[in-house]
């Protein structure tokens, strides 16, 4: 693990307006037109935020924000981490109740909050003992508090104000695919502090690049990728807004790199090649060019595994599809791609931190971890070992070059009665080329495996496949002949509808698995 000094996200954004001044940095379609924001101005419009949270009060308080991502978005989450208050970002499509528990849960006392969930909000400030104070962004009253609380206003003193980097900066709750939602407590130096990596490929992203954002801010992953390291990089940001608005803003802002999940790839991979069905003579290479832009050369995925035959396939289309690999726990990454890594593995282990595998466990170690599960002690301490590392619950092993290897999840383990240990991801992947299924999720019933298929009913009629279960038995029959006789499947389950699962693609897995 390499030392490397971490400044405050206000050291970041300052030093950011300093170098780049009124170049664009932010830009979005608001109106049907494209509208494009400085680094100095979102240097400003964040400190004016700043400004107003202090004015509204002087003491620590937990402000979320529940909205899309939007550039008000940006400068209220900005604004909160300079002010030295401690942002909580929430999923505006949450439903009321559960958007009232987990304000509730974290003493949230002030809300930021988006048009789209207007009609929530009313129900929420008088269900929640602790919310004092709702506004509502992207207003035009909002906009107008970034003059009065600008640097020419009479409150300029109330953002001379520094926050100590090791206290609880932000609170981001855990997606709660196998229990309960924690609130994972980090600070600014781990939000910062994570992205002060170096890339393993420096010359792929340069200043001036356009990173297109997709995925939601309230994901770490998101917040810290799209916009922390983009704006230490000096590269521009496109908002995409609306998912049904991406393949048109692909086209209008024509990216370089894009943070997906692999469900998005795969979406995307499925439109070029609907181009190429409907007019043969197009080069796929021009196909692609059409759905993405003229400039994409890199996709990086997160957030759920990345099948390598998606990789291969994007590979043969000039565009670098890899995966990294974090946690909300670690501050974010652990692993970043590069063009050198193997397809299997989810890139090489950064330079700001340490990883091990201990008893089969990926391990981790760096100056980014979280500072605990607020109000959840005894929930802290069990992700940590008596010698500091972060359990990071994967299974997988580590390569003399520090690529990373995930094989499956230590909670999702199927432990036999003969004490055998079965990856139910392992046997998962290995329908992955198999068109046939669309989704598979495998776990334990009495004491045997079982594979619970989504078909691809889609592909079964244009090949007419009539004897749907009748194939998959013989997929299956003809895995198992490979197999160790512990990861045998003894039995399929079809499915008419998809899996459940979390914002970011990672299913919500069934409490059977472990016996």
């Known amino acids: 693990m390499q030392p490397t000094e971490i400044p405050t996200v206000r050291e970041l954004i300052d030093r950011a307006a300093e170098r780049y001044e009124d170049r664009t940095f932010l ?15 979102t240097q400003q419009d964040s400190l004016s935020v700043c400004r107003y949270l202090r004015y ?25 981490l300079m002010s030295g208050n401690v942002a909580l970002p929430l999923s505006p499509d949450i439903s009321e109740a559960e958007a009232s528990m987990l304000l509730e849960r974290a003493d949230v006392e002030f809300l930021f909050y988006g048009n789209e969930i207007s009609e929530k909000v009313e129900s929420l400030c008088r269900h929640c003992v602790s919310l004092k104070k709702a506004v509502c962004i992207g207003t035009e009253q909002f906009a107008r508090m970034y003059d009065d609380f600008g640097a020419g206003s009479q409150y300029v003193h109330l953002s001379d104000y520094t926050v100590d980097p090791e206290a609880c900066a932000a609170m981001i709750y855990t997606s709660g695919t196998t229990g ?25 992203f340069t200043e001036d690049d ?25 590269m521009r940001v496109a908002l995409n807004g609306e998912m049904h608005d991406l393949v048109r803003n692909l ?28 007019r043969p003579e197009t080069d796929p290479f021009d196909a692609a060019r059409e759905v993405f832009g003229k400039n994409i050369r890199w996709l990086i995925s997160g957030g759920a595994y990345l099948d390598p035959a998606l990789i291969s396939a994007y590979n043969e289309l000039g565009i670098f599809l890899r995966q990294g690999y974090g946690m909300t726990e670690a501050g974010c990454r652990i692993s970043v791609p590069d063009e050198y890594a193997s397809f299997e593995s989810v890139g090489r282990v950064i330079d700001i931190c ?52 995930i094989t499956g999840r230590v909670k999702n383990l199927i432990i036999l009665s003969n004490g055998e240990n079965v990856s139910p991801e392992a046997i998962e992947k290995k329908f992955s080329d198999r068109r046939l299924v669309q989704e598979v999720m495998v776990y334990a019933e009495n004491d045997k495996i079982v594979a619970e298929i989504f078909p691809n009913y889609d592909f079964a009629e244009e090949n007419r496949i009539d004897d749907v279960v009748g194939m998959l038995e013989n997929m299956v029959d003809t895995m198992n002949m490979t197999a ?32």
């Open 27 to 41: 830009m979005f379609v608001r109106n049907g037109e494209v509208q494009e924001r400085s680094f100095r101005k």
């Open 56 to 80: 509204v009060s002087d003491r620590r308080m937990h402000v979320a924000i529940m909205s899309k991502t939007s550039y008000d978005y940006i400068t209220c989450l900005t604004g909160i």
């Open 180 to 204: 309960d939602r924690k609130a994972v407590m980090l600070s600014t130096k781990a939000l910062v502090g994570n992205v002060m990596y170096h890339d393993y490929c420096e010359d792929i």
């Open 210 to 234: 356009v990173a297109m954002s997709v995925l939601p801010m309230y994901h770490v992953y998101c917040f810290t990728g799209d916009y922390l390291k983009n704006l230490k990089d000096g």
């Open 251 to 278: 086209t209008v802002f024509q990216p370089k790199v894009m943070r997906v999940v692999p469900m998005i790839a795969a979406t995307l991979l499925r439109r070029v090649k609907a181009i190429c069905t409907r």
């Open 354 to 405: 340490d990883a091990r595998v201990y008893g089969g466990e990926i391990q981790v170690k760096s100056d980014t971890l979280m500072l605990g599960y607020y109000k959840q002690p005894q929930e802290t301490a069990a992700m940590f070992t008596s010698d500091g590392w972060l359990r990071t619950g994967d299974i997988g092993f580590l390569t003399h070059d520090r690529q990373l290897f």
């Open 484 to 515: 160790k006789p512990s990861h045998m499947i003894s039995r399929i389950k079809l499915r008419n509808s998809p899996f459940e699962r979390t914002a970011t693609g990672k299913l919500i897995r069934k409490k059977t698995n472990v016996l």
